[in-house]
């Protein structure tokens, strides 16, 4: 009988068979994540799609970094976790910073007092904080650093941290803030506090101009050096001394600027050829946080584990209404963190992220990568109550937490443009019929999805001046009508623009069409939007036309005062009013401090600086508010912006995922997260299954594709001339 | 042979000065110095002190091309692009603008780089040759037509979806591999499997299509003829006659990628998150790092001058009549 198959094609068609089974394992199959260490629960993340380019405290200045900074690091301030608005508590430090005014001689004055030259901080640092292990610590019998070498050679076979055997710790200093401060003003680092706090910090422009004439080779030692700001009274207490009153330097305080950093660790990255291997404080952050940094690839993943030597800890007992009711104080009194290790995997594209999200492999989506938008839209319908998530997410368990950040997008008109600047009542009304025309809500609706807020001020929700229902509505653009804000019609538009000179979107004198011009970031608007804008400005005769450009020539115009309306948006770095009505300082327009001011609209307004000025330097309370309030009216009363939004976040949670609520402002949040690691093994398994009739599938199509070839070839093979010719 | 190596080695030196020049001047006609400061510095509360600070540490604060302040030679060699190329040519590739040691990064990435485009390469050519070599059998026939029909239609495919496609279905809706990541803990050919098949199904169609066409040309040749008239099997003919002798213009198409290898993928690194030297180029350009782009174009353009280098000396070894003088 002949064989139909030989031996090399039945050895084929067995592979091809078995192929399910070669050295897949036990799935499921598509984990992408390694073992975790046995008995440690790993939170699973992603880092942004751009990998953090600084993790030293003095130069990073980017949310991304925070996250990680943010972790290992403690500076003397933090924010309660729970409490709403935000709530500074003491981190690094016993309690709250005692705060003394002086005057130019020193002695002590009353903060309302006329002489009053000086505030002086006095900070007690935490008796029970302690460094994380490292190397930088590590001494001989001798009591020297184990590891301080000579020469490159010497500390060649270390690549990255983990690699040195041996490690040590010591407790917190109060000098280790000063010298973390003495940082910040050293010009060979390029910090970008250095012009900022020098405005404040007594001694650091000064510090910092001495240090520039210091010969670099090799470490200098910051301590040899003083700033007359600094001053360490003992292992616990330090002073420190601002030129007169500004209230808002402790929220300075709970920013990572402010970190301590130890002097051996500086000294222990300062040895030859460290930094040709990466091996810098820039890349390996040392600090007394919960966590420590045990990996760092950039290119691939970041690891934090917990600090052995992070002080008592717990969770919060207290938080905002509703809280409790949420489950979020279901962990109160928990010694943290609740988390042993977190794992930031870098995740450039949407697509895997998404996809290792719904397979359980990330615990959290949307955490940290600015790009999600585009297919985590799928994830939200817009339902009677807001935005809701879709079926097959909510059969999933994830849960969302939603937050406002205090954070405002806006596109502005340049004050000093000749068509649509000017403080006289014409322009107003030109500028203000712009603003009714804009209509943000449906523009939100159709381009976010909901995920956004009506700016009818320029303060976030959460904050100090921002006033809801119709005490905060703006009232030349919108009325209150059955209890909610109604835009006003397009017909008072008309009018008003008619009033400005422009009856039927036309200039009364000469005829002409107006025209505005809209200086657009390219990566941050689309044709559609284009469009859109083009109808509804249509609707009262005006035209539009869009100057698209990048970041950088976008700056450029702002710089130099070109542009005639433009896109910007303004991150809080605390959480106090007078960090958005900077944005209104006229002092603060690129045109007058010939730098990058935050005033792009040029506005000028005497009553408003004026205000503005006596804002920055007073405490919190009624009179503060009112000084406040009055600035948000001549925002509106001007129309400086033709419309802003409060951006919505929204981050998806799977539902072993716990303590997720969101911090607008601080992201030392991780120490509270807890995973339910049981749940989570369960939950993979069942939805990770494989598929593997496609294995069969293919192995029988190759046999099948390549059969009928074989058959064709045997029957050549074996043809005979004669036939061929028949 | 020596003496023609050395000669086009000598004249890579005005090639690469070329190159290093249009890269110059292409990035800062897009971005300053001062753009690259404030990209580094953040963009709040950056002074113009901080962004001069910033240009004097890393070497951004003098003039580009000409130093006007500057007398004789040093009009040229006080400038930007002398200071920033003399050293590549040393092979200092310093630092990035972020202050990582782009040697050290270089070094570590090209190796995700290799583990996935070596494989991707080799089993690709296997492929591609063996289907080409299977058409050319059934040149004329019903099977050569729909496989051309196929070849076009593969080649009319994006590659980004074979991509997608091949994360969606396999990854996702199959779970039989993980969508994206890279560990070197023993398991790394977990994470190959996808994008090496992606890599392979995507290229077929343009790679056996050419190779067809090739083989073609030397299928209708006298030897071949003589060769089956001398009963020498189909195969036989296709491996032994045919593939020897059309590998000069296979060469020509496929040595001058290999150590372009090291390189990577833009395509693929980015998709299925292979920590490469793809992805760490795109990084770069995306946050102006003037110091990666620069050393990547440097080192892709060495690459390359090695890569037709190799060309020519292969040609010898697979056409002896070939004299390199």
């Given at each position: ?10 050895t ?6 078995m ?6 394992g ?17 939170y ?23 996250l ?48 009053l030259?000086y505030?002086?901080?006095t ?22 650093p ?10 060649r ?7 040195f ?28 506090m250095?012009?900022f706090m ?30 007359a ?24 305080l ?7 950093v ?26 007394t ?8 690839d ?5 690891v ?59 615990d959290?989506?949307?955490e ?6 585009g ?7 817009v339902?009677p ?10 059969d999933?368990?994830?849960?969302m ?15 000093r ?8 009542e ?21 381009f ?25 509505i ?8 059955n ?6 019609s ?35 608007i689309?044709?559609?939007?284009m ?19 990048d ?22 770095d ?11 300082f ?13 005033n ?17 330097v ?18 509106r ?9 409060y ?13 997720t ?6 992201k030392?949040t ?8 049981e ?12 598929v ?9 199509l ?25 | 042979?020596l ?33 690259m ?17 910033w ?13 006007p ?16 190329s003399?050293?590549l ?6 630092r ?12 570590t990435?090209m ?45 009319s495919i994006?590659?980004?979806f ?30 190959l499997?996808?994008?090496v ?23 209708n ?5 003589t060769a089956?008239?001398k ?15 059309a590998l ?7 040595v ?44 892709g353009s060495?690459?390359?001058?090695i890569?037709?280098?190799l ?15």
């Amino acid at each position: 009988m002949r064989v139909f198959f030989g031996p090399r094609m039945r050895t084929l068609l067995l592979a091809v068979l078995m192929l399910p089974a070669l050295g897949c394992g036990e799935p499921p199959w598509n984990n992408p994540n390694p073992p975790s260490p046995e008995g440690q629960v790993v939170y699973q993340s992603v880092m942004s799609p751009a990998p953090p380019k600084h993790l030293d405290p003095a130069t990073s200045y980017a949310s991304d970094e925070s996250l990680f900074l943010m972790q290992i690091y403690q500076p003397p301030m933090g924010y309660h976790f729970l409490k709403r608005p935000y709530e500074l508590i003491p981190l690094g430090l016993e309690d709250f910073p005692e705060i003394r005014f002086l005057d130019e001689d020193g002695n002590e004055v009353a903060e309302s007092d006329d002489s009053l030259a000086y505030t002086r901080y006095t900070l007690t640092v935490r008796a029970d904080e302690h460094y994380q292990p490292h190397p930088a610590f590590a001494m001989n019998e001798a009591g020297e650093p184990l590891y301080l070498f000579d020469d490159a050679a010497q500390g060649r076979r270390f690549s990255q941290v983990p690699d040195f055997p041996q490690t040590g710790d010591r407790p917190l200093r109060a000098n280790d803030y000063a010298y973390g401060i003495k940082r910040l003003a050293d010009p060979q680092l390029g910090s970008p506090m250095l012009g900022f706090m020098s405005q404040y910090i007594v001694g650091m422009s000064a510090f910092s101009e001495q240090l520039a004439q210091v010969p670099r080779d090799g470490w200098v030692n910051l301590d040899e050096y003083d700033m007359a700001g600094l001053e360490v009274e003992d292992e616990r207490i330090l002073h420190i001394t601002i030129h007169g009153r500004y209230p808002q330097f402790l929220y300075w305080l709970a920013m990572h600027f402010f970190s301590p950093v130890a002097p051996e660790v500086d000294r222990f990255y300062h040895n030859p050829g460290f930094a040709e291997r990466n091996l810098t404080l820039n890349w390996w952050p040392v600090g007394t946080g919960p966590f420590m940094m045990v990996r760092n690839d950039p290119n691939s993943e970041i690891v934090l584990e917990r600090n052995p030597n992070y002080r008592e800890d717990y969770f919060p007992s207290e938080g905002a209404p509703g809280d409790a009711e949420a489950g979020f104080l279901d962990d109160a009194g928990k010694r943290l963190p609740l988390v042993d290790r977190a794992v930031f995997r870098l995740e450039k594209e949407v697509l895997p992220l998404w996809t290792k999200f719904l397979q359980g492999y990330y615990d959290r989506s949307g955490e940290n990568h600015g790009n999600t938008k585009g297919v985590f839209d799928q994830a939200f319908i817009v339902g009677p109550d807001g935005v809701e998530m879709s079926g097959d997410v909510a059969d999933h368990g994830i849960t969302m937490s939603p937050d406002v950040k205090p954070a405002i997008y806006y596109y502005g008109f340049n004050m000093r443009d000749p068509l649509v600047g000017g403080y006289t009542e014409e322009k107003r009304k030109l500028r203000r019929a712009l603003q009714i025309v804009f209509n943000v809500e449906e523009y939100l609706a159709i381009f976010y999805k909901g995920n956004g807020i009506t700016a009818h001020n320029l303060i976030p929700p959460g904050l100090s001046g921002h006033l809801q229902g119709e005490a905060g509505i703006n009232p030349y653009t919108h009325e209150w009508v059955n209890g909610e804000a109604v835009r006003r019609s397009i017909d008072e538009a008309r009018k008003l623009l008619a009033e400005a000179g422009y009856p039927n979107g036309r200039d009364a004198r000469t005829g002409e069409p107006l025209k505005i011009f809209i200086d657009v970031q390219t990566q941050a608007i689309g044709n559609t939007q284009m469009n859109w804008m083009d109808r509804i400005f249509g609707q009262i005769g005006v035209q539009v036309e869009y100057r698209p450009a990048d970041w950088n020539r976008t700056r450029e115009k702002l710089l130099t005062g070109n542009t005639q309306i433009y896109s910007h948006g303004w991150l809080a770095d605390y959480p106090d009013p007078e960090n958005f009505l900077f944005l209104l300082f006229g002092p603060e327009s690129p045109l007058l401090c010939k730098c990058d001011g935050a005033n792009n609209s040029n506005f000028e307004h005497p009553e408003y600086d004026e205000l503005f000025r006596k804002v920055r330097v007073s405490a919190p309370g009624p009179e503060r508010d009112a000084m406040v309030a009055r600035m948000v009216e001549i925002f509106r009363e001007e129309a400086v912006w033709l419309y802003a939004y409060y951006p919505k976040d929204i981050y998806l949670n799977n539902s072993w995922v716990h303590n997720t609520k969101r911090h607008g402002i601080s992201k030392a949040t991780l120490k509270y997260i807890r995973i339910d690691s049981e749940e989570r093994e369960q939950r993979r398994r069942e939805w990770n299954q494989p598929v593997t009739w496609p294995l069969y599938a293919a192995g029988l199509l190759l046999v099948g594709l390549m059969l009928p070839g074989v058959t064709a070839y045997r029957r050549r093979q074996n043809a005979t001339a004669r036939q061929g010719e028949n | 042979m020596l003496a023609y190596i050395i000669r086009r080695l000598l004249y890579a030196i005005p090639i690469l000065i070329g190159v290093n020049l249009l890269t110059f001047t292409l990035f800062f006609v897009v971005n300053s110095p001062d753009d690259m400061a404030v990209s580094q510095l953040g963009e709040k509360y950056v002074t113009p002190e901080a962004i001069a600070a910033w240009k004097v540490k890393n070497g951004y604060d003098k003039p580009l091309f000409v130093n006007p302040d500057a007398a004789g030679v040093a009009a040229f060699t006080e400038t930007i692009f002398f200071n920033k190329s003399v050293k590549l040519f040393a092979f200092d590739f310093g630092r990035s603008e972020s202050g990582r040691d782009i040697t050290t990064d270089v070094s570590t990435r090209m190796w995700p780089s290799l583990a996935v485009a070596l494989p991707t390469f080799v089993i690709g050519i296997w492929v591609n040759i063996c289907v080409a070599l299977m058409v050319v059998m059934f040149h004329a026939t019903r099977l050569d037509r729909w496989a051309v029909f196929l070849f076009v239609s593969l080649m009319s495919i994006s590659y980004l979806f074979y991509i997608i496609g091949g994360q969606y279905l396999v990854a996702k809706t199959w779970r039989l591999v993980p969508v994206s990541g890279f560990h070197t803990d023993g398991q790394v050919w977990r994470f190959l499997i996808l994008p090496v098949l992606v890599g392979v199904i995507a290229g077929i169609g343009s790679g056996a299509r050419w190779y067809r066409t090739l083989f073609l040309e030397e299928a209708n040749q006298d030897y071949v003829r003589t060769a089956r008239a001398k009963g020498a099997s189909e195969i036989s003919i296709l491996f032994r006659h045919i593939l020897p002798n059309a590998l000069i213009p296979i060469l020509t198409g496929v040595v001058v990628l290999i150590p372009a290898l090291f390189m990577g993928s833009l395509l693929i690194e980015s998709f299925f998150g292979i920590p490469g030297l793809g992805s760490y180029m795109l990084d770069a350009i995306k946050s102006q790092d003037f110091a990666i782009v620069r050393t990547m174009v440097f080192i892709g353009s060495i690459l390359y001058i090695i890569g037709l280098i190799l060309t020519d000396i292969s040609y010898t070894w697979a056409d002896p009549r070939v004299r390199l003088n």
